[in-house]
């Protein structure tokens, strides 16, 4: 079967939502009712066993299938390279680092310079707290760090698209 990355990081978060509702299921099959009577008598109202054994099986099917498609996820993020020579899972992560560092300095440019005036008994006084920085500079770097994230997503979103045998 042929698919892309973008195909089987779909399949992997349906099977993740499947999982999460056969563990729902498996709570809720987990117990059998039944009224005992005072003579000893015991009616059965609910048998839950063979939908508990049936989701039981279906979670441990589930698990191996997404293991499996997570580590085709991981193989392939590691074995397509960008333009770069970098894989697709380092790109990744350099573009968390990035968004990180982006981050920083996008909470750089909110800082203004402040003037405080302080009044004593007999003395007046300004404190003046002054970027030390050239906001110009953190502005043109703060591009080159977007242009950088931007070319990545972007040369990692063709990546995805490149089919392969599964």
Avoid: H, W
Avoid at 54 to 80: D, G, I, R, T
Avoid at 111 to 126: A, D, W
Avoid at 128 to 147: G, M, S, Y
């Amino acid at each position: 079967m042929r698919t892309n990355i973008s195909a089987l990081m779909n399949s992997i978060s349906e099977t993740e939502r499947n999982l999460n509702n056969i563990c729902y299921n498996i709570k809720s099959y987990s117990f059998n009712t039944s009224i005992e009577e005072l003579d000893g008598k015991v009616n059965i109202i609910e048998d839950n066993k063979a939908d508990f054994d049936f989701n039981l099986n279906e979670l441990e099917k589930s698990n191996k299938a997404l293991s499996k498609l997570k580590a085709m996820l991981y193989e392939k993020n590691n074995e397509f390279k960008l333009s770069d020579g970098r894989t697709i899972q380092q790109a990744i992560v350099d573009n968390v680092n990035l968004r990180k560092l982006k981050n920083s300095y996008e909470q750089l440019l909110l800082i203004n310079n402040t003037k405080k005036r302080y009044t004593e008994v007999n003395n007046s006084y300004f404190e003046c707290r002054t970027i030390n920085f050239d906001p110009v500079q953190i502005r043109k770097r703060l591009d080159e760090i977007d242009a950088m994230i931007q070319k990545t997503d972007f040369e990692i979103s063709k990546l995805n698209s490149v089919e392969f045998e599964i």
